[in-house]
């Protein structure tokens, strides 16, 4: 059972380049989302998105970009990267919207920028 | 505003023995979710329970039970029979009606003792 992959898992950055992580889903959920995770916290939303071609801020959105051309994907872009971006990263994903969904969560990705 | 507050930073508890993990929260909402995730050490989120704002009953499965006090906006996590793989951190969640975030608590290190 894949579920929501991502990738990499670990990724060492220096202030000011750029990166992709990557997020694909095989549960054909149209809602998608970013979240970050700093150390001793609980996740905080980056983006969303309710459908292909649809996507939409979160509450911490600066610093980040994303898009969505299929159901499966969900990529998240840092650009010029911060040391402030030094976090867990979780792709997730639900079937439907409505507070009874349940959302399902990859693995996580670690990034530190130095 | 939502808020998810999880009083026990910490938690050591014998094998075998049952524990509650705490969890208040804060909404103005009649309509939400709230929901129980699992962190190993390994990093993933892990989905344990839900219990929505309309069910009449508390939610269970398997070991893991949710004491859901409405009244005192309370969804406390009940395991029963804690096992050493217990060990990890557990976040309460709560997803407003319409709201496209899952708002995390601070999370309780929950450490099983042989």
């Known amino acids: 059972n894949a579920g929501v992959t991502q990738t990499p898992k670990f990724r060492i950055l220096k202030i000011g380049q750029s990166m992709t992580l990557q997020c694909t889903q095989d549960?054909?959920?149209?809602?998608m989302y970013w979240y970050r995770q700093d150390p001793g916290m609980g996740l905080k939303l980056i983006y969303y998105?309710?459908?292909?071609?649809?996507?939409d801020k979160g509450e911490v959105p600066n610093g980040y970009n994303v898009s969505r051309s299929t159901t499966e994907d969900f990529p998240l872009r840092l650009e010029l990267a911060a040391p402030s971006q030094t976090s867990v990263y979780f792709c997730?994903?639900?079937?439907?919207?409505?507070?009874?969904?349940?959302?399902?969560f990859g693995e996580g990705s670690w990034l530190t920028v130095v | 505003a939502q808020k998810i507050t999880q009083t026990q930073p910490g938690m050591f508890v014998q094998e075998k023995e049952a524990v509650t993990l705490d969890c208040t929260y804060d909404?103005?909402?009649?309509?939400?979710?709230l929901f129980w995730y699992k962190q190993p050490s390994s990093g993933e989120m892990i989905f344990l329970i839900y219990?929505?704002?309309?069910?009449?009953q508390n939610a269970t499965e398997g070991r893991y039970s949710l004491n859901f006090q409405k009244a005192r906006k309370s969804a406390n996590l009940v395991i029963s029979a804690s096992q050493l793989g217990d060990s990890a951190m557990y976040f309460c969640?709560?997803?407003?009606?319409?709201?496209?975030?899952?708002?995390f608590g601070q999370g309780t290190r929950l450490t099983i003792n042989p």
């Open positions: 997730a994903s639900s079937y439907e919207a409505g507070y009874s969904a349940t959302i399902y």
């Open positions: 219990q929505g704002s309309y069910d009449q």
């Open positions: 998105s309710v459908g292909a071609g649809i996507t």
């Open positions: 549960m054909n959920h149209n809602y």
């Open positions: 909404t103005s909402d009649p309509s939400y979710g």
């Open positions: 969640a709560m997803r407003e009606g319409g709201a496209q975030k899952l708002v």
